[in-house]
């Protein structure tokens, strides 16, 4: 009788030998090579596609490596909307910038190639010729990017929304009035440190975008009063403002800007020491959704300015005061009665502040909730009383007290015990951890045998 | 111990300020680390004087701060922005300026042009007042001097401007280190690399040198590498002057009689200088008992005058004159052995004299 083969045969003694060996070889082998092996079987090319669509660059090179299959969906452009080379920096080179821009053609949404020194003009010529979606693109700190950059931009990406040329010193206005031309989408622009730009080229921009939002310009010193008035008159519904360090900035330009931009929630003017109290007087005027305002520097500001300024805009939750100098107690005490949402404070150099500032402030509205960082460095009047204070302040993360003379060990202890979370930024050395007991062999890096 | 960003908040801080007063300071010279007992809220960076200073209390949890951030840089952990890497190394060669790996990695700043070269050698002459024998420190001014000179449009005012500074820097070096062998060498290096090849400033330099070394040697009896320089710049001299380069002789400063007319012959010259030598090390020799560097050199100037008086033409030259300055030789060392009262003298003294009789003779022979 001939045993049907799907019963298996009883008693047989199984040879374990060589030849057995080979046999589950052969299986395995015969999985992974058919098509149906189970993962392929299992999941649909869909969603191998939509997983890989979580994956950053490092991992998907790495997926690209283990199939023909996988090769395929894992350069698919569909996973490479957004690409951010930071990590690799000096290693990319105008090639690879190529690469991509072929590879992933009018998928590529968003690229960022900060700190990738060696791009140069040609590779991004390229890149905007064939990556004509690009909404989303980040140079800061290109150093070798020029003009003909934004030329190629202009022509060949008119979808252009964000665009951040931080750093990238050679470039000047005819970068600005081409991408006016071009690129009409434009919300959000970071010409930082770019400082040949001039007002010329700002006037420019503005006439071309009007519907930027974000106007990121700091270290542009030829950034004058007309160029921000005319920035201010065409593009009103600009929310965020930087102009740190463009110093020869007057109480005009602000006036200007607070008259027309009614939605400004940030402003940056640290740096621009020319300002007065009349500025600070038009913007608590007309810019109520004020929410971070950022004068470090602005020395000429006083408490009538900031009064004027806490009465009217409730809304503010980042403040930085650095080198306000002449400012008082009696600011705190304004912005503690006015600013229920103040999150982050800083009154560093502020020399005229004591701890009676500091007792209104811990006892204000905003204190208990949303206080989360205070920069007292550099006011010697500050003690450990200021610190007894603050400890109603539950949800204060950081404070800074870097110089401030009287505060001693003992204060900074009695705040950590009642703020266990908190980090207490002082020039008092860390106390060495005593060394584990036990089991742990004490590691010394071998750097450490010095003096 | 862990090293951990968060343990030592204080330490970004502190960097900026160092890197404060690097560019507020221009003539910055110095740097030490002060030793403190207490530590107050107080920064640890001082600066007076063209002197920079850290208290000791943060220097330990500042390199471990560094340290980590840096081999986390390096080895692609965690990069950073070039400033912030630049910034990171200016603090962590200031507290150990042995470190190869920093200075590597600062030769890549300098090579991708984030750190000026000029920035950094005012930079590295601060690092050589804490640390004035560090090797490193000298072998990476030198390669950043190289690049500097090897560029195509430097000016030839520059790299004067650059020699004097060396020669500037290597003095105060070995004024600070006894013996400091590397700012020898690297005034050696820096002579035979930056200095202008041939002609009238050469020599300018070349007598200044031999001026200088002639000056150092009296003030400094028993710096051996001082010492190994005054020869090298003799030689030197001996091998690149001619004749009527000796002629003008305030310029050895050695207004000792010699037994051989300067004026003759260029062979004749360098017997002269040689001969003046000798007289110079006898008196030292005398005023300053026990040091043993004065005697090599005697022997570097014999073997020198035994060289030039065998392959000389001129008449004058020759082994009689070799021979009555062999004589007076013995005569100052057993002088010598007999009046010391250093019983090491003694020995310096009769090693010499054994020198001179098994050595000296067989060569010359």
Redesign the interface.
């Given at each position: 009788m001939v045993k049907p083969w799907w019963i298996p045969s009883l008693g047989r003694k199984k040879d374990h030998g060589f030849s057995a060996m080979k046999q589950n070889y052969i299986q395995l082998t015969r999985v992974f090579l058919d098509e149906e092996a189970m993962i392929n079987k299992k999941l649909p090319k869909e969603l191998i596609l939509r997983i890989f669509s979580y994956l950053d660059v490092v991992s998907l090179c790495r997926c690209a490596q283990v199939s023909k299959l996988w090769n395929e969906l894992a350069l698919d452009g569909m996973n490479w909307q957004r690409i951010d080379l930071f990590d690799f920096q000096t290693d990319v080179e105008g090639i690879v910038v190529e690469n991509i821009a072929r590879r992933c053609g009018g998928f590529l949404k968003t690229l960022s190639l900060r700190g990738c020194q060696s791009v140069v003009d040609s590779s991004l010529r390229t890149f905007a010729q064939q990556c004509n979606n690009i909404e989303e693109l980040n140079l800061n700190d290109c150093k070798k990017v020029t003009d003909s950059t934004c030329q190629s931009l202009s022509k060949h990406c008119p979808k252009l929304q964000r665009l951040n040329i931080n750093s990238c010193s050679a470039i000047s206005d005819q970068s600005l009035k081409d991408l006016a031309d071009g690129c009409h989408q434009l919300t959000h622009i970071n010409i930082s440190w770019c400082d040949h730009i001039t007002e010329s080229g700002v006037e420019a921009l503005a006439r071309g975008c009007r519907k930027i939002k974000v106007f990121i310009a700091k270290g542009c010193p030829n950034i004058t009063d007309r160029a921000v008035m005319t920035l201010a008159h065409l593009c009103p519904n600009m929310e965020v403002i930087n102009l740190h360090s463009c110093s020869s900035l007057t109480d005009d330009a602000v006036q200007q800007l607070a008259e027309n931009c009614l939605n400004i929630r940030y402003l940056c003017l640290s740096g621009c020491p020319n300002l007065t109290d009349t500025s600070l007087m038009t913007l608590a005027q007309h810019c109520q959704a004020l929410s971070t305002l950022e004068v470090a520097g602005c020395s000429q500001f006083t408490d009538a300015g900031f009064q004027a300024l806490a009465r009217s805009c409730h809304l503010m939750e980042k403040m930085d005061l650095e080198e306000c100098s002449l400012i008082t107690d009696a600011t705190i005490i304004h912005l503690a009665m006015n600013c229920a949402r103040l999150e982050k404070l800083s009154l560093s150099h502020c020399e005229l502040i004591t701890d009676e500032g500091i007792r209104h402030l811990s006892t204000s509205q905003c204190a208990a909730e949303n206080l989360t960082v205070l920069e007292l460095d550099n006011c010697p009047f500050i003690t450990d009383a200021s610190l007894d204070h603050l400890i109603s302040c539950y949800n204060l993360q950081r404070i800074e007290l870097y110089d401030c003379q009287l505060i001693t060990r003992a204060g900074i202890r009695r705040l950590r015990n009642h703020l266990p979370n908190i980090k207490v930024h002082a020039y008092f050395a860390p106390v060495t951890p005593p060394p584990a007991s036990g089991a742990t062999r004490q590691r010394y890096c071998r750097c450490c045998v010095i003096l | 111990?862990s090293?951990q960003e968060?343990?030592?908040?204080?330490a970004e801080?502190i960097l900026a300020d160092l890197d404060n007063v690097f560019r507020t300071d221009p003539e910055l010279e110095d740097f030490f680390?002060i030793p403190v007992s207490g530590?107050?809220?107080?920064?640890?960076v001082v600066h007076a004087d063209h002197s920079l200073g850290l208290e000791?209390?943060?220097?330990?949890?500042l390199?471990?701060y560094v340290?980590g951030k840096l081999i986390n840089h390096k080895t692609?952990k965690k990069?950073e922005?070039?400033k912030v890497v630049a910034r990171l190394l200016r603090g962590a060669l200031l507290?150990?300026p042995e470190?190869a790996a920093f200075w590597n990695m600062m030769k890549q700043l300098i090579e991708?042009e984030r750190v000026g070269p000029e920035e950094d050698l005012r930079f590295s002459a601060v690092v050589l007042g804490f640390k004035p024998k560090c090797s490193e420190v000298f072998t990476h001014r030198k390669w950043v001097l190289r690049k500097m000179v090897a560029q195509a449009d430097v000016q030839p005012m520059a790299v004067l401007k650059y020699l004097q500074a060396e020669l500037r820097i290597t003095q105060l070096a070995a004024s600070k280190y006894p013996s400091n062998y590397n700012a020898w060498n690297h005034r050696k290096w820096v002579l035979e690399a930056l200095a202008p090849k041939g002609g009238a400033e050469q020599k300018e330099l070349l007598k200044q040198e031999l001026k200088l070394s002639h000056c150092w040697t009296s003030n400094h009896v028993s710096d051996y590498s001082g010492l190994q320089y005054r020869q090298y710049v003799m030689q030197t001299v001996f091998s690149t002057f001619r004749h009527e380069d000796f002629l003008c002789r305030t310029e050895w400063l050695l207004e000792l009689p010699s037994k051989v007319e300067a004026k003759c012959c260029s062979s004749c010259a360098a017997a002269s200088v040689l001969e003046q030598e000798l007289q110079m090390l006898s008196e030292l020799i005398v005023r300053y008992e026990g040091h043993e560097s004065l005697w090599y050199h005697r022997r570097f100037v014999l073997h020198s005058l035994q060289k030039v008086c065998v392959s000389a033409v001129c008449a004058k030259l020759g082994a009689s004159l070799f021979n009555s300055v062999v004589g007076s030789e013995r005569a100052f060392a057993s002088s010598v052995c007999r009046e010391s009262k250093l019983a090491h003298e003694n020995g310096h003294a009769s090693r010499h004299l054994n020198w001179i009789e098994n050595v000296l003779r067989i060569t010359a022979a």
């Open positions: - | 111990m090293l968060d343990d030592f908040p204080a801080k680390i530590n107050q809220n107080k920064s640890p000791s209390w943060c220097v330990q949890h390199y471990c340290y692609r990069r922005d070039p507290i150990n470190t991708s």
